[in-house]
């Protein structure tokens, strides 16, 4: 019997039996343990930096960035990779007419950036790596440069130096006609108090979420799983016309000048989350016995909701892998909130007082949708 969905014109169907991120091929359970035994593995090698009388910043470790301490400053340091977003955009091109190479490398540098500047450092050289799985793919004049254009343009915009970057052609293990885009990210945390670990987060602190451009670059395997079941595939209209591969493929926000602003208006930070893989879970990402309560929610965009009506993924599977139109989350003491949201807004970003860290257990409970996510299920550091 065949699985594909059938959408109207208003981009509504009956939703099919339910779509999980396991089911495309991601399942963190089994892709956890193998971070938590590297992270053991290279804990081991801290001793190497006293040949330089440097020091790691041990409670990095699990962090989105490793952070080492460097005379008057930290420095932080991030390798990231797109996934599979970049299959959307060839999905799309003759849908579109364009290759969309620009947005998917904001999209890169975003996963990069967006993951350094969350212990309080600011960007300052970003390395790309692009393998490939045919010299051929660089035939394409017009892609190739909208990639980098939009990899400089990214860069620029955080304020960030391209220092280069590594371009391998790896016949027999990408496959032929794609490209992984993937790179890295050295920055610095100049003053040293604006480490941003964790360690001082306590109960009664607000959690304050900032607006998502949309999907960002997490949860495109299923978004593609999706895909495969529409009989008009990327093609098919979201309920407000918007093509489905279109609203995949609107860049993800950056959110380096945004940190930066926030910590020169004085707020006081305890806390920074990207959030990106395993969705709404990751706002428990410090490793703390503290509750997070989340009250408020963003009402669901026309393209998180087709996730949900028609593609028949769970809302507690939706929120645990997307970032269901959440982006990034500061935490603050409650007086603070505030002056976060009127930083956002300067930005061109919505932000808002989405909940509060309590006492108790480690877990993240979303009032509005009835989810509860408890500790175990995040297991992205070692204990």
């Known amino acids: ?9 208003g981009g509504a169907a009956p939703a099919p039996p339910g779509l999980t991120y396991a089911q495309a091929g991601v399942d963190y359970a089994a892709i956890d343990p193998a971070k938590v035994l590297a992270q053991r593995a290279a804990a081991g090698t801290a001793a190497a930096l006293g040949r330089w009388g440097l020091a790691e910043v041990a409670a990095s470790r699990g ?14 340091m991030v390798i990231e990779g797109l996934g599979t977003k970049n299959l959307v955009a060839d999905a799309m091109r003759p849908i579109g007419g364009r290759s969309y190479y620009d947005a998917v490398a904001q999209d890169a540098v975003a996963m990069i950036v967006n993951d350094v500047v969350v212990v309080g450092a600011e960007p300052q050289v970003v390395a790309a790596y692009w393998a490939i799985g045919d010299s051929g793919w660089f035939d394409d004049r017009e892609r190739a440069a909208d990639l980098v254009r939009g990899w400089a ?35 610095i945390v100049r003053p040293k108090a604006r480490l941003t670990l964790g360690d001082r987060l306590a109960p009664g602190d607000a959690v304050v979420l900032v607006a998502s451009s949309g999907i960002h670059a997490n949860g495109l395997s299923l978004a593609r799983r999706l895909a495969e079941r529409l009989p008009g595939r990327f093609a098919t209209p979201l309920r407000d016309g918007t093509r489905f591969g279109d609203a995949l493929l609107v860049p993800t926000h950056l959110y380096a000048a945004l940190v930066r602003d926030v910590f020169e208006a004085g707020v006081d930070v305890h806390y920074l989350v990207n959030i990106t893989g395993h969705g709404w879970r990751k706002l428990m990402r410090a490793p703390r016995d503290l509750r997070y309560r989340m009250t408020e929610v ?43 949201v009127d930083a956002a807004a300067r930005h061109g970003l919505d932000a808002w007082v989405a909940g ?14 009835g989810a509860v996510y408890r500790g175990d299920s995040l297991g992205v550091r070692a204990p």
């Open 356 to 369: 509060r860290v309590e006492a108790g257990p480690r877990e993240v409970v979303i009032e509005p949708i």
């Open 298 to 340: 963003p009402p669901l965009s026309a393209l998180f909701a087709f996730f949900v009506d028609v593609g028949g993924v769970a809302l507690d599977e939706a929120y645990a892998n997307f970032n269901m139109g959440a982006g990034f989350a500061v935490y603050v003491p409650e007086p603070h909130a505030a002056m976060v």
């Open 153 to 187: 343009a990214a860069c620029a915009q955080v304020g960030a130096t391209w220092g280069g970057g590594e371009t391998p052609a790896l016949t027999g293990i990408i496959a032929p006609g794609t490209i992984d885009l993937a790179g890295s990210c050295i920055g």
């Open 1 to 9: 019997m065949s699985d594909a969905i059938r959408v109207d014109e």
């Open 63 to 76: 962090e989105s960035a490793f952070v080492w301490e460097e005379g008057d400053a930290y420095r932080a």
